[in-house]
Structures are given as structure tokens and as C-alpha cells.
């Protein structure tokens, strides 16, 4: 049963993360409303909360609940997994600094602003960070499926 409680929470936070990221893509703009900016950052929250949780909940899964550590680690497309978890996160770094950045704005009531060059690198760091989850979708079938 708690494997099964364990899988579930890991495949939850797995979609909540891919739908913030997805509607955050899909609102970001350089010239958002205070409204539009205030939603980008829950949404970012979101994610984040998303992301903290996938992590913790696939390292109970791989070293209590699951198969073992020892599989797992020796297990390339986990590996593979992992590594492309960890640069989403360091992807997601700069735009989430952008979006703390507007709190002091948006409480005084104002929408900020990006400059474009920075608009435009955050909307392909965002990009960049939807393909990787396509990739580590594809390694957890991999893995779950046992291909070597």
C-alpha cells in the first residue's frame, strides 16, 4: 500500500510540475499585468513546491519503496533521469529570480516589466526545461519497463 501511496505522490507532483511549467510558458510575456505577474509567481511557487516534492518522494522510492538503490543507481536511464532533473532545476533558477524580483512591484501595484532581451531568454529557458521533462518521461519508461 505505501508503495503504491509513494508511486501515486510521485506521479502527482510529476504532472503538477508539467502543468506550472506548461501555463507558465504560456503567460509569460515581458510586459505582464500585475495580475498576470502575480499569477507567473504562484505558478512558480508551484512548481517549485512540485519539483521539491518529486525529488523527495523518488529518493524514498528508490532507496525504501521500490526496487533499491542498487538497481537504481546502476541503472543508466535513471541516471539519465537525474541529470536531466538537475539541469531543469539549474534552468529554472534564472526565471525564477526574475519572478522573486517583481514582488516589491506587484505589492506596490504596479506590473512589471522585462527587458526583451531577458523575456526572451527566460521563454527559451522555459522551453528548454519542457523538452528536457519530455526526455525524463521517456528514461522512467525505459527504466520501468526494465530496457538496458
Known amino acids: 500500500m505505501s508503495s503504491a501511496l509513494m508511486a501515486f505522490l510521485h506521479h502527482a507532483a510529476a504532472f503538477v ?82 519572478f522573486l524580483s517583481w514582488r516589491k512591484a506587484v505589492k506596490a501595484g504596479k506590473a512589471p516589466e522585462v527587458p526583451v532581451r531577458k523575456a526572451r531568454l527566460i521563454a527559451l529557458l522555459m522551453r528548454a526545461q519542457l523538452v528536457l521533462v519530455v526526455g525524463i518521461l521517456l528514461c522512467a519508461a525505459f527504466m520501468a519497463k526494465g530496457v538496458a
Open 17 to 98: 510540475l508539467v502543468a506550472a511549467l506548461a501555463v507558465e510558458h504560456m503567460l509569460f510575456e515581458p510586459r505582464p499585468t500585475r495580475a498576470a505577474a502575480r499569477r507567473l509567481m504562484r505558478l512558480d511557487m508551484a512548481y517549485g513546491a512540485a519539483a521539491g516534492t518529486l525529488l523527495i518522494v523518488g529518493f524514498l522510492r528508490a532507496t525504501h519503496f521500490e526496487k533499491g538503490w542498487a538497481y537504481y543507481s546502476g541503472n543508466p536511464y535513471f541516471l539519465a533521469k537525474v541529470a536531466m532533473f538537475a539541469v531543469v532545476a539549474l534552468l529554472s533558477a534564472y526565471p525564477t529570480v526574475v
